[in-house]
């Protein structure tokens, strides 16, 4: 990808990276353990309730059970640490134009 495609940061070294930031969350693999929420530097999740969904039948109500969502994506700086700390690779990263248009990363 061509860096100025994309907002790009520096380091203090004066190297440039281009930030990826988080455009999804995956609530159907997401166990709720709130990795991504201790490591995030930003104000970027919250653990919800999940949905009620009794539709497995097992007799008990998933009312209780808590999952992450993603509460301000406009926050993220997209330094990538919640997918590096996530056991179930919930998170879904992109590049930003500097426009506002996302690009999914392959
Ligand atoms: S990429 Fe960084 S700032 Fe963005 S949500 Fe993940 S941990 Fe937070
Ligand atoms: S680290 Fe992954 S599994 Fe844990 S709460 Fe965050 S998204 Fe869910």
Redesign the pocket.
Known sequence: MAADEYIVGITRGGTNWTPLFVIE??QS?????????KVCPRNV?E?VERDDDDDDDDGFSDDTSM??AIHDAMDCIGCGA?SR????D??THAPQAPSGDLTVAA
Do not use: A, Q
């Open positions: 969350l995956d693999t997401c166990i709720g353990c709130g990795r991504c929420y999740f653990l999952v992450m919640c700390v996530c056991p179930k919930c998170h």
